[in-house]
């Protein structure tokens, strides 16, 4: 005689570690004053320089400050510290992005209170880092020129999972034949709704714009005294 | 690649639910994996039999439930299913997605017991 196997009932999510870390950071940073912002794409999309002109130019009217990850080296963190922002270096080994704990770990001897902005750069990956909450209140995802319209379409959940997408290097648009409408239209399809910004950190175009949007979004995220989660 | 941290992920969930529970073993550990999660199938059952090797997890399968892209329209006032991600808006009136009701699922939901 067979009998039917018992059944136990569970429901909880697989990364409730990784959520239960983000949210603890997510409180800590609220209480702190600072507004967080996490940045994903694809490798040699231009997330440093990007980040490079934004905490150059948030400076010195604000204190940003960043976290970079990478699997090897600190070149990133070098050529980001140049700005005088404090910037740090998380070596990720062989794992290809960044979890809530690594940030943790390594905000352990920063005093939160003094930045009115932290970057998370996460590890240059378009699939990997969307299901890993690390407390941002904003996800930003960028998309170069020269990658192709489409990433969008191949990449949806990284693009659904954010909350901002910044077109790179458009100083390479015609160069490179990007066909800019079906961009746009390609992530709207994947993330209806989702502000976007389309710059150059070469000759500065479109930078002014997003850090009006970066300004605002900060002050009404203090005024609400809540952040809006990162999915 | 990631597949490997959500399958190590997975052995610890489960570790922890049957330590909680006071179970010694599993048989099969059922998942709940949204087509909007990221997460391939294939790729995770790979991870998994690769990350529970030589833990009391060995034996037990892993059993993976896709869970379709549900989103509400606010036009149709209804639930509407998506059928690809490359297209997140209401099948029936082309109204951009804005609220999921599934799809973003990466959920233990159960784990099937010895009798």
């Known amino acids: 005689m067979t009998h039917a196997p018992r059944i136990l009932e569970v429901r909880r ?3 409730k570690h990784n959520d239960e870390t983000a949210r603890a950071l997510r409180d800590r940073f609220r209480a702190a004053g600072v507004f967080v912002v996490s940045l994903v794409s694809s490798p040699g999309s231009g997330k440093t320089a990007f980040l490079e002109r934004t905490l150059a130019s948030l ?3 604000y204190r940003p400050a960043a976290l970079v990850g990478d699997l090897a080296t600190d070149n990133d963190a070098l050529r980001l510290a140049r700005s005088q922002a404090p910037v ?6 062989t794992l290809c992005h960044l979890e809530a704990a690594m940030v943790e ?14 970057f998370v750069e996460n590890v240059g990956n378009l699939v990997c880092p969307s299901a890993w909450d690390l407390g941002e209140n904003l996800r930003l995802v960028l998309l170069s020129v020269t990658e192709g319209e489409d990433k969008p379409l191949k990449y949806p959940t990284i693009f659904n999972t954010s909350d901002v997408a910044v077109i790179t290097k458009v100083d390479l648009a015609a160069a490179v034949e990007f066909n800019r409408e079906a961009a746009l239209a390609n992530i709207q399809a994947v993330r209806p709704g989702i502000p976007v910004f389309e710059v150059s950190t070469k000759t500065g175009a479109g930078m002014a714009a997003w850090l009006r949007y970066l300004a605002a979004f900060k002050t009404a995220a ?3 005294g809540s952040s809006n989660g990162a999915a | 690649m990631h597949e490997l941290s959500i399958a190590l992920s997975i052995l610890d969930a489960v570790q922890d639910e049957m330590d909680q529970r006071g179970c010694s073993t599993v048989e099969a550990v059922h998942l709940k994996v949204g087509m909007l999660s990221g997460i ?6 790979s991870a998994y039999e690769l990350a529970a090797e030589q833990t009391p997890l060995a034996s037990a399968r892993l059993v993976i439930e896709e869970v379709p892209i549900v989103i509400y329209c606010s036009t149709c006032q209804r639930q509407q299913s998506v059928p690809s991600a490359q297209w997140l808006c209401c099948p029936v009136c082309q109204e951009p997605a804005a609220e999921f009701v599934s799809g973003r699922e990466l959920e233990l939901c159960a784990l099937e017991l010895p009798e």
């Open chain 1, 13 to 15: 999510n697989i990364l």
């Open chain 1, 222 to 224: 203090a005024a609400q």
């Open chain 2, 40 to 45: 391939v199938p294939e790729a995770l059952l």
């Open chain 1, 105 to 118: 770990q390594a905000l352990a001897d920063w005093e939160l209170a003094s930045f009115d902005f932290l």
């Open chain 1, 59 to 61: 400076r010195p009217r």
């Open chain 1, 88 to 93: 740090k270096q998380i070596t990720t080994g």
